[in-house]
């Protein structure tokens, strides 16, 4: 089956600190990469994606490259702000079959940046 | 484009009771998916639905639990004898079937606590 495991947390930066969060996937097809955000007391929302492999997807200085050969997706920021601060969920999203869209979530990554 | 609607924000039930929650998809999406989180973990998906049809039920959708979509708009899920363990968000998002690779909307979701 598929599966995605993020690297633990929680993490905790001064604000214009470097960002790494780590993503690794097994997948049975192709997948599509993606990473969600959850900002306090809101929904999730689609912070970037990739679809095939050495795709980079990008958004608000965020980063991640999907690589094949190391099935990762790792996140990265040159610059964290206070208000970065969120959960982070890496994701896939099967493409074959029935299961067309359905998502696997990692368990979540809480980043707090301080000022 | 008004996003993804869920109501109730907040339902707390006693153990027992039935609840059930909805969620208004973005008008023109056909396909519309249900997750549900529990604390400190990602999204697990429950169903989903294209128009009127459900796909697809995960093992997680116990017989206590029951999503409809009457006419390919909105969706309702069910749970019956709700117990402390159902105590979740709900996650309710849609996509098109030519999107759904690419991401897709979540509503803000439905806090379920069971007492």
């Known amino acids: 089956g598929n599966s995605v495991t993020q690297m633990e947390g929680p993490v905790t930066l001064s604000e214009e600190a470097f960002l790494t969060i780590n993503c690794t996937y097994t997948a049975t097809g192709y997948p599509s990469l993606f990473w969600y955000v959850q900002y306090p007391g809101e929904g999730l929302q689609l912070l970037l994606k990739?679809?095939?492999?050495?795709d980079k997807g990008s958004n608000k200085g965020f980063e991640a490259t999907y690589r094949k050969e190391t099935t990762s997706f790792h996140l990265e920021k040159g610059s964290v702000q206070v208000s970065d601060s969120a959960v982070y969920f890496c994701?896939?999203?099967?493409?074959?079959?029935?299961?067309?869209?359905?998502?696997?979530f990692g368990q979540g990554t809480i980043l707090t940046v301080h000022p | 484009d008004t996003g993804v609607s869920q109501n109730p924000r907040h339902k707390i039930t006693k153990r027992g009771q039935n609840v059930t929650f909805r969620c208004d998809p973005i008008s023109e999406h056909n396909r519309l998916y249900w997750y549900r989180q529990t604390l400190g973990q990602g999204p697990e998906f429950l169903t989903y639905?294209?128009?009127?049809?459900?796909?697809?039920k995960s093992r997680l959708l116990s017989d206590r639990f029951s999503a409809e979509r009457p006419k390919g708009s909105f969706s309702t899920l069910e749970i019956q004898r709700t117990e402390q363990g159902d105590s979740a968000m709900y996650l309710c998002?849609?996509?098109?079937?030519?999107?759904?690779?690419?991401?897709?909307?979540f509503g803000s979701g439905t806090r379920l606590t069971v007492v």
């Open positions: 639905f294209q128009n009127e049809a459900q796909l697809e």
């Open positions: 990739a679809t095939k492999a050495d």
């Open positions: 994701a896939l999203s099967d493409r074959g079959g029935t299961s067309y869209g359905k998502l696997t």
């Open positions: 998002a849609s996509s098109s079937p030519d999107r759904a690779n690419y991401g897709y909307t």
